[in-house]
């Protein structure tokens, strides 16, 4: 059974890195009165493939993975949510069913929005429209850029962008190490790469002062160097 924390959308930590910043207070009153908040733990599925959605997800906090399983039955990650960001949003304007499964990687609260709710809210506020085109396309770019770097880029560049790109996104926790914990397995679903090419190549960018590695925790030293051996423009 999912808890189901009172969470208010005025005063949410999350509001400044959603799209919903842009809402006037009346309409976050609303937002508020429609919204279901749950507390899924690590490893719960908040939508799977086939799916139909009946609404959209936003992250309070936590992270989430959205993956799909590819015809040989692996995992692949199609990208990480984190507080703010919205999940199955694609599927629900589309009006199709999921593609993927979503997965949190932690204890997640999440706010299921029902539909009716985000097509009013879109229908009276340009400004939400508009931010929701530019979340999307910034997220079709991220997954066209990861296209072209699977036959663009060795692994080891592939996996050094990988880390910066979760550094640029998540940030550094207290002590300085990026601020989400991923497998290996993790890792290599994000990639592309076989567990055994993860393991191989993280030491070997270890060894070479790139990274520090505790455990499942990463710091990166020096971003500008990560980001040449991963051919990344700033």
Same mark, same amino acid.
């Not at 999912?2 to 999350?14: A, E, F, G, K």
């Not at 959205?66 to 692949?76: C, D, L, M, P, R």
């Not at 530019?134 to 066209?144: C, F, S, Y």
């Given at each position: 059974?999912?808890?189901?924390?009172?969470?208010?959308?005025?005063?949410?930590?999350? $509001?400044?890195? /959603? &799209?919903? =910043? %842009?809402?006037?207070?009346?309409?976050? !009153?609303? @937002?508020?009165?429609?919204?279901?908040?749950?507390?899924?733990?690590?490893?719960?599925?908040?939508?799977?493939?086939?799916?139909?959605?009946?609404?959209?997800?936003?992250?309070?906090?936590?992270?989430?993975?959205?993956?799909?399983?590819?015809?040989?039955?692996?995992?692949?990650?199609?990208?990480?949510?984190?507080?703010?960001?919205?999940?199955?949003?694609?599927?629900?304007?589309?009006?199709?069913?999921?593609?993927?499964?979503?997965?949190? $990687?932690?204890? /997640? &609260?999440? =706010? %299921?929005?029902?539909?009716?709710?985000? !097509?009013? @809210?879109?229908?009276?506020?340009?400004?939400?429209?508009?931010?929701?085109?530019?979340?999307?396309?910034?997220?079709?770019?991220?997954?066209?850029?990861?296209?072209?770097?699977?036959?663009?880029?060795?692994?080891?560049?592939?996996?050094?962008?990988?880390?910066?790109?979760?550094?640029?996104?998540?940030?550094?926790?207290?002590?300085?190490?990026?601020?989400?914990?991923?497998?290996?397995?993790?890792?290599?679903?994000?990639?592309?790469?076989?567990?055994?090419?993860? &393991?191989?190549?993280?030491?070997?960018?270890?060894?070479?002062?790139?990274?520090?590695?505790?455990?499942?925790?990463?710091?990166?030293?020096?971003?500008?160097?990560?980001?040449?051996?991963?051919?990344?423009?700033?």
């Amino acid at each position: 059974m999912l808890r189901r924390p009172v969470l208010n959308c005025i005063n949410c930590q999350s $509001l400044a890195l /959603s &799209v919903f =910043c %842009t809402l006037r207070s009346d309409e976050l !009153l609303d @937002l508020n009165k429609e919204k279901v908040s749950y507390t899924y733990k690590k490893g719960q599925v908040i939508f799977s493939e086939s799916n139909r959605p009946s609404g959209i997800f936003c992250v309070h906090s936590g992270k989430v993975k959205i993956y799909k399983i590819n015809s040989e039955g692996k995992e692949q990650i199609v990208r990480l949510a984190k507080d703010g960001d919205l999940i199955g949003y694609r599927s629900f304007l589309a009006n199709e069913e999921y593609h993927a499964f979503a997965e949190t $990687l932690e204890e /997640s &609260v999440i =706010c %299921t929005i029902p539909g009716t709710t985000v !097509l009013q @809210l879109l229908s009276q506020n340009i400004n939400l429209s508009l931010k929701m085109m530019e979340h999307m396309a910034k997220d079709i770019m991220a997954a066209d850029q990861k296209s072209v770097d699977l036959l663009a880029k060795t692994a080891r560049e592939r996996l050094c962008e990988a880390l910066v790109i979760l550094y640029k996104s998540f940030g550094v926790d207290e002590d300085g190490f990026i601020d989400i914990r991923l497998t290996r397995e993790n890792i290599g679903n994000l990639t592309g790469m076989a567990i055994e090419t993860v &393991v191989r190549t993280l030491k070997e960018i270890s060894d070479e002062g790139l990274i520090v590695r505790d455990k499942k925790r990463l710091l990166i030293p020096d971003i500008a160097k990560l980001m040449d051996e991963a051919r990344m423009v700033d």
